[in-house]
């Protein structure tokens, strides 16, 4: 079965200092999509960025940056210049082949980003 | 931009009661899914939907559970008889024909038994 490990239960740090959030995932599965989503406050889930397996690729949209490592198994995210606004739970997630490519996502722990103004 | 809606944002019932948390995908999408997520944990896999039928349900989807797409636009999650651990926030997402297509999420009903 296909795993996702977050570590980190909770973090803060003081406003505009850079953070990254932790996964790592294990599957077997040899064509995969990791995804990360935030859930702010109200509690929606938003979809941040998906990474297929043969694109290792790091991505840059913003403040935010993702580094994937296939090696490790990692798909990490940094916060650059960290603002109040960041504040969320954010969960790594791993689509899984599934009964007529269903790709159902498996979900990390998440992790508890605090900024502290 | 197209979104995932979902009804009611909140529902609160008496134990035993049914329920039917309703969704509308996003207009082209294929595949549709439902996820729970008990307050404070992580988001969990209970069904999905191709084809106007089940594709896949986790062993949380039992008997009390069923989905529908009664028209073109909606798809229904139904509990039939609720018990105190149903209570959860329940997410719709949906996806385009790719496998590699994002599943998109809707804003989420908060379910409270009572």
């Known amino acids: 079965a296909q795993k996702v490990t977050q570590a980190q239960t909770e973090i803060s740090v003081v406003e505009k200092e850079d953070v990254t959030l932790d996964c790592v995932y294990e599957t077997r599965d040899t064509t995969y999509y990791l995804f990360w989503y935030k859930q702010p406050p109200s509690g929606e889930l938003v979809f941040l960025i998906r990474?297929?397996?043969?694109?290792?690729q790091n991505e840059i949209s913003g403040r935010y940056s993702w580094n994937f490592q296939k090696s490790t198994s990692s798909f990490n995210f940094t916060i650059t210049a960290s603002q109040v606004v960041d504040s969320a739970v954010y969960f790594c997630a791993l689509s899984e082949r599934s009964n007529f490519g269903n790709e159902k996502l498996t979900f990390g722990t998440g992790t508890r980003l605090t900024i502290i103004p | 931009e197209p979104e995932v809606t979902q009804t009611p944002s909140h529902q609160v019932t008496q134990m035993g009661q049914e329920v039917i948390l309703r969704c509308v995908p996003i207009s082209n999408h294929l595949y549709f899914y439902w996820y729970r997520q008990i307050l404070g944990q992580k988001v969990e896999f209970l069904v999905s939907?191709?084809?106007?039928?089940?594709?896949?349900k986790s062993e949380i989807f039992d008997d009390q559970f069923s989905v529908e797409r009664p028209d073109g636009s909606n798809f229904t999650l139904k509990i039939r008889s609720t018990k105190l651990e149903d209570s959860a926030m329940y997410f719709c997402?949906?996806?385009?024909?790719?496998?590699?297509?994002?599943?998109?999420f809707g804003p989420g009903t908060r379910l409270t038994v009572l």
């Open positions: 990474r297929n397996s043969f694109d290792e």
């Open positions: 997402a949906s996806r385009d024909f790719s496998p590699a297509d994002t599943q998109y």
């Open positions: 939907f191709y084809n106007n039928e089940i594709s896949e």
